[in-house]
């Protein structure tokens, strides 16, 4: 079955702790994208990979890290994690970086305290 | 700054009725237009897509696409409960990504 798989999806963690977000996807998709949903605030692209080793900041970069070292992962990474990072997280892919729907992991669901 | 706007809501319409939502785009350039569905909590989930002028059909939604104008909406005909979610446009000219809007809260009441 084609899919894009996050885990953990569920996660409450203490601030300053790091944490990985992974993301997986089994659709050879060139494309791969972090948002973070806030209530009234849209989905917020936080990093985006147009392919291997090809990533670059979206609109909220800020206390996050990603890499892409195989086609089908591009983990989130948090550093030190702050209660602002508090939110509801997809992976999303899609086979080209343009032009072409994404598909969306199920979500993960963060809280830091 | 490329933008995509649609109105938050919520839309309240009753059940068997019509549902119309509408989304405006900033860039002219703007090829590729998506619809999708976001129930409470839960991932989007991609219903329509259109890329030329005109109507596009699918069951029970109509995508409707004029770039003259700069808008693209969708209808949803004989609304059902289930059609109660979030539903965000999105937007892409050659050569970016998509462009989410920040979605209308649709409220189908039986």
């Known amino acids: 079955e084609a899919q894009v798989t996050q885990n953990p999806r569920y996660l409450i963690t203490v601030t300053g702790k790091k944490l990985t977000v992974t993301c997986s996807q089994n659709m050879n998709h060139e494309y791969m994208s972090w948002y973070r949903q806030d209530p009234g605030l849209g989905l917020r692209q936080i990093y985006y990979?147009?392919?291997?080793?090809?990533?670059d900041k979206g609109d909220v970069p800020e206390g996050y890290k990603v890499s892409r070292k195989e086609k089908r992962n591009f983990p989130l990474i948090l550093e030190s994690p702050s209660p602002n990072q508090t939110s509801l997280y997809f992976c999303?892919?899609?086979?080209?970086?343009?032009?072409?729907?994404?598909?969306f992991g199920p979500g993960t669901r963060l809280t830091v305290t | 700054q490329k933008e995509v706007e649609q109105n938050s809501g919520p839309l309240s319409v009753p059940e068997g009725a019509i549902a119309s939502l509408n989304c405006t785009y900033s860039d002219r350039g703007s090829q590729s237009f998506f619809w999708y569905r976001q129930y409470s909590g839960k991932s989007p989930e991609l219903i329509m897509f259109i890329y030329s002028n005109g109507d596009k059909e699918d069951g029970r939604f109509t995508a409707q696409l004029n770039k003259a104008s700069q808008y693209v909406s969708l209808l949803i005909r004989d609304s059902q409960p289930s059609d109660s979610a979030t539903y965000l446009c999105?937007?892409?000219?050659?050569?970016?990504?998509?462009?989410f809007g920040k979605g209308t809260t649709l409220s189908v009441s039986s």
């Open positions: 999303a892919s899609s086979l080209s970086w343009t032009g072409t729907e994404q598909y």
């Open positions: 990979s147009m392919n291997v080793e090809v990533t």
């Open positions: 999105a937007v892409s000219q050659a050569g970016t990504a998509l462009i």
